[in-house]
């Protein structure tokens, strides 16, 4: 169980839902308010927001996205990253906005210049991108603030993890959660490997949650029954719209089915519990027993033609009826009566 912010994040606390919203404002600040509406209207806990600009990130001309398989193929590294950044003189108007909502807001830094821009505004917590979480300087600067924050485990491999955790761990933090992550955009089911939650959370002994790029949302619900208390999903007003995250973003009815089902595979969850309910135990009743399917004398021995397994649970129970063939009855049993222990000697 780790603090964030005002919310305690665990095991014992349903999931924390995190809205992205990343470039899903299309440059626009009014569709950005609007995405917080969504966000607050479709019950979730949190809004996200990253803080960089294509010249605190990279420069232009060094690279250009050629893998077939990318949404932005053919577009150049600083090109893509000046048309998803949020301007900086937004942060505050949405931040405040998503307060008024009873949201959370925070950000993901990507340098230190954001880290300082971010403290200005008081952020209650950081996140920590797949991409900078063997950053080791912008790290420690995000610890310092004192504040909790969560890190996505993508384009990582275990040893290196292991390095990392190590890292914020000798810098005295433990209120941080890692979150599952495929950085593929969007991400395929069958590349999510959820099964790994449950090693992390071994591993690491810290709260695990799921950083979900998939299509829908089964990933996140299936993710929550494997034990994920925080579920971060990029969110957007309509797909049709474009924008640099819409594909594999959920749109408002979405984000809100995302919130009831993950809550309801969190509440199904339980405890290791074997003692029936006492709805349970009324029901027993309609399970079955040994009944009487004709008239029979005292005296007469059982045979597999007098008796039958049926429903409901009044008589001598299925498992018994080994028992009862050959017994002599105690008395006269008229037809459709159940079998009980005084009929028989």
């Known amino acids: 169980m780790i603090q964030f912010a005002e919310r305690s994040i665990g095991f014992n606390t349903k999931p924390f839902i995190i809205a992205e919203m990343s470039g899903n404002h299309n440059h626009s600040l009014d569709r950005a308010i609007a995405i917080v509406d969504a966000a607050a209207d479709a019950g979730a806990d949190a809004v996200k927001l990253q803080t960089y600009t294509a010249d605190t990130i990279t420069f232009p001309g060094v690279h250009r996205i050629e893998d077939s398989n990318s949404l932005w193929k053919g577009k150049e590294l600083y090109?893509?990253?000046?048309?998803?950044?949020?301007?900086?003189?937004?942060?505050?108007?949405?931040?405040?906005?998503?307060?008024?909502?009873?949201?959370?807001?925070?950000?993901?830094?990507?340098?230190?210049?954001?880290?300082?821009?971010?403290?200005?505004l008081n952020v209650p917590a950081y996140k920590i991108a797949s991409f900078e979480n063997e950053h080791y300087p912008l790290i420690e600067l995000v610890i310092r603030t004192g504040k909790p924050f969560i890190m996505s485990t993508g384009v990582i491999s275990r040893e290196a993890l292991d390095d990392t955790v190590a890292f914020i761990r000798s810098c005295g933090s433990k209120n941080f959660v890692l979150l599952k992550c495929t950085s593929t955009y969007p991400a395929s089911p069958e590349t999510t490997n959820l099964r790994t939650i449950t090693?992390?959370?071994?591993?690491?002994?810290?709260?695990?949650?799921?950083?979900?790029?998939?299509?829908?949302i089964g990933a996140s619900v299936a993710a929550v029954a494997m034990g994920a208390v925080v579920i971060e999903k990029h969110v957007t007003l309509s797909r049709a719209d474009g924008g640099v995250d819409s594909a594999f973003s959920?749109?408002?009815?979405?984000?809100?089915?995302?919130?009831?089902?993950?809550e309801r595979a969190w509440l199904a969850l339980g405890d290791v519990n074997y003692t029936l309910s006492d709805k349970d135990a009324k029901s027993m009743l309609y399970k079955r027993s040994i009944y009487v399917i004709r008239d029979l004398p005292a005296g007469h021995r059982l045979?597999?033609?007098d008796v039958k397994i049926i429903r409901p649970a009044l008589g001598m129970a299925p498992k018994r009826m080994a028992d009862i063939l050959g017994q002599p009855l105690t008395r006269d049993v008229k037809k459709g009566n159940p079998l009980t222990e005084d009929m028989l000697l």
């Open 250 to 262: 959920l749109e408002p009815d979405e984000l809100k089915s995302l919130v009831i089902e993950t």
């Open 303 to 305: 045979t597999p033609d």
């Open 79 to 120: 090109d893509l990253y000046k048309e998803a950044y949020t301007p900086w003189e937004w942060h505050k108007p949405i931040f405040d906005h998503a307060k008024k909502r009873g949201l959370m807001a925070f950000s993901s830094p990507f340098d230190e210049t954001a880290v300082a821009f971010l403290e200005s």
């Open 199 to 216: 090693d992390m959370r071994e591993r690491y002994e810290c709260p695990i949650g799921l950083s979900d790029h998939t299509m829908g």
